[in-house]
């Protein structure tokens, strides 16, 4: 850990093991929500579904960078990730984002149950958005690198909001889709053992 880094956190007057415990509830919700949105992607086909799969794809992948984005500060802090995935998911900051029953059983989406999906989806990000935004309340001007890597993800968290709500007619959010599934063109710069 970066003992110094952790005591200037600390000497800025930030609770340091609630920040920790506020990390790994969002990496958390990070890891969870990459899993269930593999199901929900896989679940977005036919007619409905298409149009709706790269974007789940992308805010799927996007899921998954700001988990790699998020750990390594959590251990900079002198915190850690429970050593059990199963505790890990109970502390996760959003709730788990499960396939829509009217999906289950591999139905085709119908423009009645692609709605059902869409209100998983669109919640799920509402809840991310939440979720960075007390983040950088809670570190602005006190933890500048901890701020920094949340305001990146709450870039792209709000984007995936946007992306979502429009196909429940809430109107334009003028975003374009990603030039290649799950770019992260806000959190990319901070996955530094990204090898790809
Ligand atoms: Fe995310």
Redesign the pocket.
């Known amino acids: 850990m970066g003992s110094v880094a952790r005591e200037m956190v600390e000497k800025a007057g930030l609770n340091v093991e609630e920040l920790v415990s506020k990390l790994v509830a969002a990496a958390g ?2 890891f969870t ?1 990459f899993y269930y949105y593999t199901i929900l992607r896989v679940a977005a086909i036919g007619m409905e579904g298409e149009g709706l799969k790269e974007i789940i794809e992308d ?1 799927r992948i ?2 998954r ?3 790699e984005a998020l750990f390594p500060r959590i251990y900079e802090l002198g915190g850690e990730l429970p050593r059990d995935i199963r505790e890990f998911a109970d502390v996760a900051g959003c709730p788990d984002a499960y396939l829509p029953d009217s999906l289950k059983g591999g139905k085709t989406p119908t423009s009645s149950s692609i709605k059902d999906l869409l209100m998983v989806l669109v919640e799920a990000e509402r809840c ?1 958005v939440r979720c960075y935004t007390d983040l950088c309340h809670f570190t602005f001007g006190k933890d500048h690198r901890t701020y920094d890597i949340c305001a990146a ?1 709450l870039n ?2 709000i984007e ?1 909001e946007a992306w979502f709500s429009e196909f429940i007619g809430e109107g334009p959010s003028g975003h374009f889709r990603r030039s290649q599934p799950g770019t992260s063109p806000y959190v990319s710069r901070f996955m530094s053992a990204d090898h790809g």
Do not use: K, L, S
């Open positions: 919700a990070e929500t805010a996007e899921d960078n700001h988990f991310a993800i792209e968290e995936h």
